[in-house]
């Protein structure tokens, strides 16, 4: 109902009875009436207003108006059609025309008048209602701007959700026993490179600790690959990126249950069946 009452304020509704929306707005109009009730009586209530307006204001024209200009109309054809006739006659129709010229020019003015004050009204009217939808426009203009405001707000609360449970989470891990921190050191061709990987020996989960990384970044091309050396033999345990900005502070990794060593390895984005070892880019051993 507050949507409905807000379109209603808009005075949108008034411009569309009046017709002077273009073929999508009126389509809107006729989309939010199908869709409120409340929207399509008051298109109804502004009809039989706008309605009532119009006869209230009407001009009735003076009597015999209409006689007055059949015989304008009718005495030149007459004229025309028999220039023969007596002086008596002409003398007779000298004497009325230009009575009849000055009512019907009186009568004509005041038409004139009447037609300059309804022509105002409406130039007034018009006006008035095109400053309206201009105001609707920059209104909706705003609804628009707060609601990407507003989803960039939720965004923020739903990333800063994530990252409270993911700190929590790192906490919970560094604090219990049963987790294996293995801290990778640089290799010669990154010296100072460095990450942690975070390893369940019995529940076999990997974790990469995305708030102790320091790994140069990655193009849209390759893609970091870790690794773990299960007796003497390396084990693909999935591809990450090394986000400059913020990201996931705690990545899950595939699962291993016996490890002696951890390494990250340069790949083509997608990993690789096997590591590139001159592209290897930092390593550490398990403690036992």
Not at 9 to 38: C, D, F, S, W
Not at 103 to 125: D, E, F, K, N, Q
Not at 157 to 165: A, L
Request: charged fraction near 20%; glycine fraction near 6%; charge should be negative.
């Amino acid at each position: 109902m507050e949507e409905a009452k807000a379109y209603i304020e808009t005075g949108i509704l008034e411009l569309y009875v009046l017709g002077h929306l273009n073929a999508q707005e009126q389509n809107e109009v006729e989309g939010m009436a199908a869709k409120y009730p409340a929207i399509k009586d008051e298109i109804t209530a502004i009809e039989i207003a706008m309605e009532q307006y119009a006869m209230k204001h009407a001009i009735e024209p003076s009597k015999g108006l209409d006689k007055q200009i059949f015989e304008k109309i009718i005495v030149p054809v007459q004229e025309t059609a028999a220039p023969k006739e007596t002086a008596s006659t002409l003398n007779h129709e000298a004497k009325i025309i230009p009575l009849q010229a000055d009512h019907s020019a009186s009568t004509i003015r005041t038409l004139r008048y009447s037609l300059v004050a309804c022509v105002g009204l409406l130039v007034v009217s018009v006006a008035a209602l095109y400053a309206t939808h201009d105001k609707l426009t920059i209104a909706n203009q705003q609804i628009i701007a707060m609601n990407v405001d507003k989803e960039k707000f939720a965004s923020t609360v739903s990333f800063m959700k994530d990252e409270n449970k993911d700190l929590q989470e790192i906490a919970a891990i560094s604090s219990d026993p049963t987790w294996t921190a293995v801290k990778l050191a640089g290799t010669k061709i990154s010296p100072q490179a460095n990450m942690m990987v975070y390893w369940h020996r019995k529940g076999q989960h990997v974790m990469v600790d995305n708030t102790k990384m320091a790994l140069p970044q990655n193009d849209a091309e390759h893609q970091y690959q870790l690794w773990a050396i299960v007796a003497g033999k390396p084990v693909d345990l999935g591809v990450f990126d090394a986000k400059s900005g913020p990201g996931k502070l705690l990545l899950t990794m595939k699962e291993v249950g016996n490890a002696q060593a951890f390494a990250v390895t340069l790949e083509k984005r997608g990993g690789s069946p096997s590591p590139t070892m001159e592209k290897m880019i930092a390593m550490g051993g398990v403690s036992i």
